[in-house]
């Protein structure tokens, strides 16, 4: 069965980009996207998602609000900050919101992939963090 991703970003442009990517994985599917930190925690409250992938800078609320909330709702669901701003100063931030990993968008999708495979594999959620 395919493990169930979350994306929220208030970039459509990006959300579409990561969808895109991450279905021609075999083994992923995208059950829903966000615009918003809010709509993050709605979203994941009715999907249950098995991994939510947030970026950082969002209106309404952001990345790292959303995470806090998300790490309350669905505690031993991965999340993954996707963030055009990265430093070892939001790491911490990061860690102490409850998001799993940091992945810069320069960095590209193939990272990013990187991390969605090592956080949804068994191995992973037991090792994950920054």
């Known amino acids: 069965m395919p493990k169930s991703i979350l994306i929220v970003d208030d970039s459509a442009a990006i959300r579409k980009f990561v ?3 991450l279905e021609t994985q075999h ?8 615009a918003d930190g809010v709509e993050a925690v ?5 999907l249950k998602p098995d991994l ?3 970026d950082l800078s969002m209106p309404r609320m952001n990345g790292l609000g959303a995470a806090e909330a998300l790490r309350q ?7 993954i900050l996707f963030t055009a701003y990265k430093d070892a100063v939001l790491n911490e931030h990061a860690l102490a919101a409850g998001v799993n990993s940091v992945v810069s968008k320069a960095d590209g999708v193939e990272i990013l992939l990187s991390e969605v495979q090592k956080l949804t ?3 992973g959620l037991a090792n994950a963090g920054l």
Not at 27 to 34: A, M, N, Q, S
Request: with cysteine; aromatic share 6%; glycine share 10%.
């Open 27 to 34: 083994g992923f599917e995208v059950c829903g996207e966000g």
């Open 121 to 123: 594999s068994v191995a």
């Open 19 to 21: 969808r895109t990517f």
């Open 52 to 54: 939510i992938v947030l």
């Open 73 to 79: 709702l669905l505690p031993m669901v991965p999340i």
């Open 42 to 46: 709605e979203k994941a409250r009715e």
